[in-house]
């Protein structure tokens, strides 16, 4: 698993020949950008100063990519990062039979969040701004998008989510409005700033608990690349309370 150190401009690139007006554009949104890693650089060092350890009562899911049944007993948050290969192996691996089992037969309400190492992973905040963009497009491509993504890895470049976009028929007029847009790329700075506010620092981190409709109770934090037979034991857990 990978730890946070703040550092490097995440930068949404806009691929494609430029006009004076798409360059003063750009030029705004990577201005945008510095002043959020500006907000994480103080919020880092305010955790540690605090020696931040506890987690809190609840843990919040309402500004996350939800997948099932809103109402099912139990919750799980995943906090990720695309270019993490610990979450890429989660997702090859385990999440797909996990969707069968649990998401799918409305035991357990799946919601993703972000939490980008941008220091390790200089394409990490771009990839899950792309991931919100096509969810707001079309949520039945979320998953794979996220599963193209994860395939890219380490490679992915400005002008992957783009050409991820097109295989999957999005709009590629609204995709490169919503990627140059402050909106979602917001979304993920509140994600990163809220994991580490409860004391999540590697990816992937899970959190299983009892779902009350917009947070999750008596929870229970699970890190690294789980497998189906993990999540079988936390499941078990909460359906014996």
């Given amino acids: 698993m990978k730890k946070i150190a703040l550092s490097a401009l995440a930068l949404l690139v806009l691929s494609g020949c430029s006009s004076t007006n798409e360059q003063q554009q750009i030029k705004e949104l990577t201005q945008r950008i510095t002043n959020l890693e500006t907000n994480q650089r103080l919020l ?3 955790v540690k100063q605090s020696n ?6 609840t843990i919040a899911f309402s500004d996350g990519i939800a997948l099932g049944d809103p109402k099912a007993p139990l919750a799980l948050v995943e906090f990720t990062d695309i270019q993490c290969p610990y979450c890429a192996k989660f997702q090859t691996n385990t999440f797909p039979d996990f969707k069968k089992k649990y998401i799918d037969t409305g035991m357990v309400y799946y919601v993703a969040r972000e939490l980008p190492l ?4 200089p394409q990490a905040v771009p ?4 991931l919100r963009c096509t969810a707001e497009q079309n949520i039945d491509t979320y998953e794979p998008m996220k599963e193209a993504l994860f395939a890219i890895g380490s490679k992915l470049t400005p002008d992957s989510y783009a050409q991820e976009a097109e295989k999957l028929m999005l709009d590629g007029d609204k995709f490169a ?3 140059s847009d402050n909106k979602q790329l917001k979304s993920v700075n509140a994600s990163y700033k809220y994991a580490a506010s409860v004391g999540l620092n590697s990816t992937p981190a ?8 917009l947070e999750i109770r008596d929870f229970k934090v699970m890190k690294g690349a789980l497998t189906l037979e993990n999540l079988d034991e936390a499941v078990a857990l909460f359906s014996e309370k």
């Fill in 127 to 130: 990839a899950a701004v792309a």
């Fill in 118 to 121: 941008i220091s390790i992973h």
């Fill in 44 to 46: 880092a060092s305010s």
């Fill in 206 to 213: 899970f959190v299983i608990g009892k779902n009350t409709g």
């Fill in 177 to 179: 409005t919503c990627m």
């Fill in 52 to 57: 931040l350890v506890s987690m809190p009562e």
